[in-house]
């Protein structure tokens, strides 16, 4: 959604493809979303689907969706990203909601169901929430694809859910600002980074999916390959307008209480 704020004030500039000649090599599962639907402007090179990663010998029940992180059995047990959108998405995604609600009325009754989340809450932690679930300290937990692939990893017997009230999903694009200085070596660089073999790299490097069809034969983690279908009920963080400050008043005092 700042990809799109950005192209709409006219801070980003259309793509010159010529000068990318690896641009063919885009995965079209992760073009012509709405920030840019004419793949005018962006390139795309990793992409996440936040999911919920629990311990199964701490919990004595199956975790099917973000409703389960309010349960009584999880008090001072779980760890989430410290990310406004992320969190207060989840809580109306367990209300039939969108992740994009606007209307104060019903954001005021996710304000409500999210702070009976708090007695749950162990830890926010935007950056490194895998060490909890890694170290055992945390029996469950909201986090972005890299770490929960990076969790998975340290402990095989850690289990993913992918949640039955409908999943979020963002994708990392490069794009050149209109008024850089040096769009030459810009181009020169996606091109680059749109080399089969060296997107690999990248998405092995990061743990987030990749974006890149030319990179699949020389993927080895199969956790970095979009599973077919994942995207069809998928939905995008979007920008909320002036509801923004309702989402951002909504956290502040969730994390204060």
Not at 21 to 47: C, L, S
Not at 52 to 57: R, V
Not at 134 to 142: C, F, W
Not at 156 to 165: G, M, Q, R
């Amino acid at each position: 959604y700042i990809i799109d704020i950005a192209v709409n004030e006219g801070l980003v500039a259309k793509l010159d493809k010529e000068q990318i000649p690896n641009f063919g090599n885009i995965n079209p599962e992760f073009q012509g979303k709405f920030y840019d639907e004419t793949n005018e402007y962006t390139v795309p090179y990793a992409a996440g689907i936040p999911l919920i990663i629990y311990n199964p010998s701490m919990i004595d029940f199956e975790v099917t969706g973000y409703e389960d992180l309010w349960r009584d059995e999880l008090a001072d047990s779980v760890v989430v990203v410290d990310d406004a959108r992320n969190i207060i998405g989840i809580t109306l995604k367990t209300m039939g909601k969108s992740f994009n609600e606007t209307d104060p009325a019903v954001l005021e009754q996710a304000k409500e169901k999210l702070m009976g989340l708090k007695k749950n809450i162990r830890a926010f932690d935007y950056s490194t929430p895998y060490n909890l679930m890694i170290s055992g300290e945390t029996s469950i937990g909201y986090m972005f694809t890299s770490q929960v692939v990076l969790a998975t990893k340290e402990n095989p017997d850690l289990k993913v859910c992918f949640p039955k009230e409908g999943m979020g999903f963002g994708i990392d694009s490069v794009f050149v600002p209109s008024a850089a200085p040096n769009s030459e070596n810009a181009y020169k660089f996606i091109n680059f980074i749109l080399d089969g073999e060296r997107s690999a790299r990248i998405s092995e490097e990061t743990m987030y999916i990749n974006c890149n069809s030319a990179a699949t034969p020389y993927i080895t983690e199969e956790a970095l390959i979009l599973p077919e279908g994942a995207l069809d009920e998928a939905e995008f963080i979007q920008d909320v307008g002036d509801a923004t400050s309702i989402y951002n008043d909504i956290w502040t005092e969730f994390k204060m209480s």
